[in-house]
């Protein structure tokens, strides 16, 4: 028999929602995104987000399932993000959840917002299965998990202080680039000199695998008050690319040593920085000349969206995951 899943999505600027047949075949996928509206304040605004979350959610539930060619009665779990994220933006989301699954009588399934970036590649590869390493870089995590299982996750690696994505969008604004600014970062990239600024590769002290991204941050932003300050004219393409090849230098050799201690022989990306061309080009090039196969996920599902969360819900439905009335939005919670 085959599973379908609704996934709902609300924990940050995008509410989304789709229908998962099975885990992997995606029958809907819609999202209504914000960040247009975020744009203005240069970073998203918690209360406007729960706010458009709380316009949008019904209607982006009732297309996922139009296009799904669902009703209720089709759906045998209601999987939705309850952490982490910003607390108003969840809360909306996991109310209608549950408010949806008790008047329909359907199983209720909370899902981790990373195990639903995890998830992603689930959908773009069928032959990928646990056990593997997976880099998680978005605008708020910065993780090197070992996927044990489609439900059981161990933390190797996390970010000292900045998350990559953050990293990105700093650098972006000093650049003049709007929110959400990695995009831009990666697109000025492409016609810069990666070598003309030189930029320190913090060390993390004790922490093998741990990323910082603070010193390089500031390090851009120095540079570019001190050009700003002399009138010197900025080199904006070669330092967006100068940046982004030390980001990336920083999430894929850490990804890589902890690959060679775990013996893996499977490195999947996830999350928006998944998205960032230098990324995906590095971690082929280094896995390739290791023999690791790379899982990447198709531009369309590094960000957030509501696909991850009916396929990661999917696993957790089988796992026998299930959450009642009782359920509550947590703003920070490990994935362990
Ligand atoms: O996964 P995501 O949509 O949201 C979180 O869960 O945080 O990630 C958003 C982050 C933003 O910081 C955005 O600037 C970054 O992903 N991003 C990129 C690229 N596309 C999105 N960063 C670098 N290069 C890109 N091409
Ligand atoms: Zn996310």
Redesign the pocket.
Known sequence: MSIKILGIES????TAASVSLDGRTILSDVVASQAEEHKKFGGVVPEIASRRHAENIYSTVQSALAKADCTLSDIDGIAVTYAP?LIGALLVGTSFAKGLAMAANIPLVPVH??AG?ISSNYIAHPDLEPPYLCLV?????SLIVEVKDYTSFHIIGRTRDD????A??KC?RVLGFP?????????AAQTGDPCKYKLPMPRVTGGEFDFSFSGLKTAVINLAHNAEQKGEELDKASLAASF?KT?AEMLVSRTIAAAKLYGAKKIAV??????????RRLMEHECGKRGIKVYLPP?SL????GSMIACQGYYDFLAGKRADESLNAIATLSLE
Do not use: L, M, R, T
């Open positions: 924990s940050c600027d995008e994220g917002h990373i970036h870089a978005s605008g708020g995590h998350a990559a994505g953050e990105f969008d972006a929110y959400p600014g990695g995009v831009h970062v990666d697109k982004q980001a996830a999350g928006g920085v998944a998205a960032n061309s230098e990324v531009i590094c960000g957030d969206n």
